[in-house]
């Protein structure tokens, strides 16, 4: 199969349409009439975390509260190891972006006083199942605005350490793109897969993080020499046995204690932080005293109504597990466990190393959302937040021309990616496997208990490694074969990051940020004191 070479230039080059994506969009056409150019690997009415719908905003500043309040609150569930300038930024356009977000058709749950329904101080509930939708709808209405669905982005152009533009393949169609631009933002999302998920073997893509983020903006920086930051603080999200339903609106909604198997209310002796939360519940099966739960028994008709309707806005086989068994929440507890391990900067600081205005180490590349680390708990309107300041940004950098790369580069990608594409049948399923068996044995995985040692690191970097070059002997039959060997090639470059970054972790909390740079084919470690409460943050 060849490949035919198209070229595109535009002004704004987005990559990725989920929702930092499509609101860093909006907002660049509220500023500027240049034109704006999204690419998504699928389709972004029903593409990134909120595909599904969502049930609640979890960034938002309560009455009484202010957006120095959300920063400490962050600060203090991430042990100190943040970003002062990025989350007060942050958190001052929480409350705007969830408005904005109403305007456009978003139904914001209303209480008796006609106040947003809150959910604790920092959060308000919302019917969220067609939120992506109304982003989307919102970015079709804009004429400056194209859209290029089913393109998948796998490389940046650089030159003298400022991006030029991307490479990119068609998803269904022979077609190799370069796309040029003046700025770029990316917007991929953080990365699932990396390590044995909760359901292996065929229900292997049954998890809490969308099975399609595989790290791909992360791995395109990392080869393009991009800083990254804090990629050891993996995300293990507290979800609902077997569903991998999210719990905090069992434990916020309905106020549920998590309790062992001996009916002991063990949060009070671990604390109710994020990672606690999670490291409580490891400790107590560790110590055989599992299975832990959420203790939702007793509670009132009204109650459970509305959680089987939270569910079906963000996870509904939770709830078609409730009506199934006929067993809802208010007469049987809900099992809890650990995921897998993510690499996610909404829910923890790991990503690019930015600066104030969200633009990466290398120059007119800006980063927001799951993919821009630094700045933790930022969630649904936290990503818009950072696309709000992320566009702003690439409107005062862009220059005034578009640079052109090299011609022959071009001829050696096309020549590489034809290459998989001219060999026998080879899939990329039991190499994807193995990376995860790996990842989950020797580099901190469920069947550890999140557990490592410096030789175990060892050797799961050597055994990565040698994955990724069986890699490049991988067959395609599909341009859509093509793109899983390219997701599989991130997820091995994002594992030996992980592992480097685990590595370099010797204490329990450093009182700075683990950084790392690519060279050579090698990850080096940076070390950086900490950014505290600074206005402005300049590399």
Known sequence: MGLDIRHIDTDFLIIGGGTAGCYAALTFCEHSDA???????????????????????NAYIGPGKTPQDYVDYARRDAENIVRGD????????????????????????????GQYATRGWRNIKI??????????????????????????????????NQILGVYAVSVEEPILYTILAKAVLCTTGGAAGLYKPNHPGFSRHKMWYPPFNTGAGLAMGIRAGAEMTTL???????????????????AQGVGAKQINALGEVYEDKYGITTSQRVYGTVAENREKRG??????????????????????????????????????????????????PYI???????????????????????????????????YVTGALVEGEIAAKAAISYMSSEISHPNEDKIEVIKQKLEGYLSRTENSCDALEEAMQTIMDEHA??????????????????????????????????????????????????????????????????????????LKDGNINIIRRQLVREVEIYEH
């Open 35 to 57: 034109h704006v150019l999204i690419v998504e690997k699928a389709n972004i009415r029903r593409s990134g975390c909120l595909a599904a719908g969502v049930n609640a905003l």
């Open 86 to 113: 990025l989350l007060l930024t942050m958190a001052e356009g929480l409350n705007s972006v969830a408005e904005k977000l109403e305007n456009l058709g978003l139904t914001i749950l209303k209480d008796n006083n």
């Open 127 to 160: 019917n969220g199942e067609n939120i992506k939708p109304i982003l989307a709808d919102a970015v079709k209405k804009q004429e400056h605005i194209s859209v290029l669905n089913r393109v998948n982005v796998f490389e940046y152009i650089i030159k003298e």
């Open 232 to 250: 050891e603080m993996r995300f293990v999200a507290l979800r609902c046995k077997d569903t991998i339903a999210p719990t905090g609106t069992l």
């Open 291 to 340: 299975p832990c739960a959420l203790r939702t028994v007793g509670i009132t008709k009204e109650q459970e109504d509305d959680l089987f309707k939270a569910y079906l806005n963000m996870a509904p086989s939770q709830t078609l597990r409730w009506i199934e068994s006929g067993k809802g929440p208010s007469v049987q507890n809900v099992e809890i466990e650990g995921t897998a």
């Open 344 to 378: 996610t900067g909404g829910h923890t600081a790991s990503g690019y190393w930015v600066n104030t205005n969200r633009e990466t180490t290398i120059r007119g590349l800006f980063a927001a959302g799951d993919v821009a680390g630094g700045c933790p708990q930022k």
């Open 444 to 517: 901190g995985g469920m069947s550890t208990y999140y557990n490592f040692t410096e030789e175990s690191l060892k050797i799961a970097d050597e055994k990565i490694l040698e994955l990724g070059k069986q890699s490049e002997q991988l067959s395609a039959s599909s341009m859509q074969e093509l793109v899983y060997i390219m997701e599989l090639q991130e997820r091995l470059l994002l594992c030996r990051s992980v592992i480097a970054h685990l590595a370099a972790q010797k204490e329990t909390r450093l009182q700075g940020y683990i950084n790392s740079k």
